[in-house]
Protein backbone atom coordinates (compact mmCIF):
# COMPACT_ATOMS: atom_id res chain seq x y z
CA UNK A 1 0.00 0.00 0.00
CA UNK A 2 3.11 2.25 0.52
CA UNK A 3 4.19 2.08 -2.98
CA UNK A 4 7.86 2.12 -1.74
CA UNK A 5 9.87 3.02 -4.99
CA UNK A 6 12.90 0.87 -4.28
CA UNK A 7 10.99 -2.44 -4.94
CA UNK A 8 9.35 -1.30 -8.26
CA UNK A 9 12.09 -2.26 -10.92
CA UNK A 10 11.88 -6.11 -9.18
CA UNK A 11 8.52 -6.06 -8.78
CA UNK A 12 7.86 -4.66 -12.87
CA UNK A 13 10.76 -7.41 -13.57
CA UNK A 14 7.86 -10.12 -11.98
CA UNK A 15 5.37 -9.27 -13.78
CA UNK A 16 6.99 -9.52 -16.83
CA UNK A 17 8.80 -12.61 -16.00
CA UNK A 18 7.86 -14.32 -12.87
CA UNK A 19 5.73 -17.45 -11.81
CA UNK A 20 1.78 -16.87 -12.68
CA UNK A 21 1.22 -17.55 -9.03
CA UNK A 22 3.29 -14.33 -7.99
CA UNK A 23 2.49 -12.21 -11.38
CA UNK A 24 -1.30 -11.80 -9.98
CA UNK A 25 -0.21 -10.21 -6.97
CA UNK A 26 1.98 -8.01 -8.30
CA UNK A 27 0.04 -6.85 -11.15
CA UNK A 28 -2.67 -6.15 -8.24
CA UNK A 29 0.24 -4.19 -6.13
CA UNK A 30 1.26 -2.10 -8.70
CA UNK A 31 -1.19 0.59 -8.59
CA UNK A 32 -0.05 1.76 -5.27
CA UNK A 33 3.25 2.87 -6.51
CA UNK A 34 1.33 5.45 -9.12
CA UNK A 35 4.48 5.57 -11.46
CA UNK A 36 4.05 5.53 -15.21
CA UNK A 37 6.01 2.41 -15.49
CA UNK A 38 3.59 0.28 -13.38
CA UNK A 39 0.73 1.88 -15.07
CA UNK A 40 1.68 1.18 -18.39
CA UNK A 41 2.08 -2.95 -16.95
CA UNK A 42 -1.64 -2.65 -15.94
CA UNK A 43 -2.46 -1.58 -19.15
CA UNK A 44 -0.34 -4.00 -21.31
CA UNK A 45 -1.76 -6.51 -19.01
CA UNK A 46 -5.39 -5.86 -20.18
CA UNK A 47 -4.67 -7.26 -23.39
CA UNK A 48 -3.11 -10.61 -21.61
CA UNK A 49 -4.30 -13.75 -23.32
CA UNK A 50 -5.05 -14.88 -19.80
CA UNK A 51 -7.93 -14.09 -18.16
CA UNK A 52 -5.97 -13.76 -14.57
CA UNK A 53 -3.78 -11.46 -15.67
CA UNK A 54 -6.83 -8.83 -17.08
CA UNK A 55 -8.43 -9.41 -13.87
CA UNK A 56 -5.31 -8.47 -11.73
CA UNK A 57 -4.28 -5.71 -13.72
CA UNK A 58 -7.92 -4.21 -13.76
CA UNK A 59 -7.73 -4.38 -9.70
CA UNK A 60 -4.26 -2.69 -9.84
CA UNK A 61 -5.56 0.31 -11.69
CA UNK A 62 -8.28 0.48 -8.98
CA UNK A 63 -5.88 0.82 -6.62
CA UNK A 64 -4.00 3.61 -8.68
CA UNK A 65 -7.12 5.30 -8.17
CA UNK A 66 -6.41 7.67 -10.54
CA UNK A 67 -9.13 9.73 -12.71
CA UNK A 68 -7.15 8.27 -16.66
CA UNK A 69 -7.73 4.64 -15.38
CA UNK A 70 -11.70 5.12 -15.72
CA UNK A 71 -11.58 4.82 -19.80
CA UNK A 72 -9.63 1.50 -19.92
CA UNK A 73 -11.91 0.05 -16.92
CA UNK A 74 -14.99 1.07 -18.69
CA UNK A 75 -13.64 -0.70 -22.22
CA UNK A 76 -13.02 -3.54 -19.96
CA UNK A 77 -17.05 -4.08 -19.82
CA UNK A 78 -16.40 -5.43 -23.21
CA UNK A 79 -14.12 -8.49 -22.56
CA UNK A 80 -15.34 -11.54 -23.47
CA UNK A 81 -15.15 -13.35 -19.56
CA UNK A 82 -17.78 -12.41 -17.85
CA UNK A 83 -15.89 -12.78 -14.29
CA UNK A 84 -13.26 -9.94 -15.86
CA UNK A 85 -16.15 -7.69 -16.80
CA UNK A 86 -17.69 -8.05 -13.09
CA UNK A 87 -13.75 -7.42 -11.54
CA UNK A 88 -13.74 -4.18 -14.51
CA UNK A 89 -17.39 -3.32 -12.95
CA UNK A 90 -15.95 -3.52 -9.15
CA UNK A 91 -13.01 -1.44 -9.97
CA UNK A 92 -15.10 1.15 -11.54
CA UNK A 93 -17.48 1.59 -8.32
CA UNK A 94 -14.47 1.38 -6.31
CA UNK A 95 -12.70 4.52 -8.09
CA UNK A 96 -15.51 6.45 -8.86
CA UNK A 97 -18.21 6.17 -5.70
CA UNK A 98 -20.86 5.54 -8.41
CA UNK A 99 -22.65 2.38 -8.06
CA UNK A 100 -23.85 0.69 -11.50
CA UNK A 101 -25.60 -3.11 -11.38
CA UNK A 102 -24.44 -6.22 -12.98
CA UNK A 103 -25.05 -9.45 -11.88
CA UNK A 104 -22.75 -12.50 -11.26
CA UNK A 105 -23.75 -14.22 -13.91
CA UNK A 106 -22.69 -11.06 -16.29
CA UNK A 107 -24.23 -11.98 -19.21
CA UNK A 108 -23.38 -10.38 -22.61
CA UNK A 109 -26.76 -8.11 -23.15
CA UNK A 110 -26.29 -6.97 -19.25
CA UNK A 111 -22.49 -6.00 -19.97
CA UNK A 112 -23.66 -3.92 -22.56
CA UNK A 113 -26.03 -2.40 -20.70
CA UNK A 114 -23.63 -1.63 -18.13
CA UNK A 115 -21.04 -0.84 -20.54
CA UNK A 116 -23.52 1.94 -22.35
CA UNK A 117 -24.57 3.12 -18.73
CA UNK A 118 -20.44 3.98 -17.93
CA UNK A 119 -19.78 5.26 -21.30
CA UNK A 120 -22.61 7.71 -20.56
CA UNK A 121 -22.06 8.82 -16.77
CA UNK A 122 -18.42 9.34 -17.99
CA UNK A 123 -19.56 11.19 -20.92
CA UNK A 124 -21.48 13.35 -17.92
CA UNK A 125 -19.02 13.62 -15.66
CA UNK A 126 -15.32 12.82 -16.49
CA UNK A 127 -14.56 16.79 -17.19
CA UNK A 128 -15.14 17.16 -13.22
CA UNK A 129 -14.73 13.59 -11.84
CA UNK A 130 -12.06 13.95 -9.13
CA UNK A 131 -11.55 9.96 -7.77
CA UNK A 132 -12.27 9.50 -4.08
CA UNK A 133 -9.40 8.74 -2.11
CA UNK A 134 -9.28 4.97 -1.30
CA UNK A 135 -9.35 4.06 2.18
CA UNK A 136 -6.81 2.80 3.77
CA UNK A 137 -5.56 -0.85 4.72
CA UNK A 138 -5.26 -1.50 7.94
CA UNK A 139 -5.06 -5.49 8.00
CA UNK A 140 -1.27 -5.13 9.90
Same mark, same amino acid.
Given at each position: EK?? $?SFLPALLEL???GPAG? @??DVLRALG????????QTLFDNLHSADPADRMNAILGLKSAGAKEVVPALIAMLNDPDPTVRQVANFALQG???HRVGLSSSGSTAESVRAFNHWHVWW @???GADFV $? *? *?PTACRDW
Open positions: GD $PAAHL @RGFFHDSHAYVTG @RQN $P *K *K
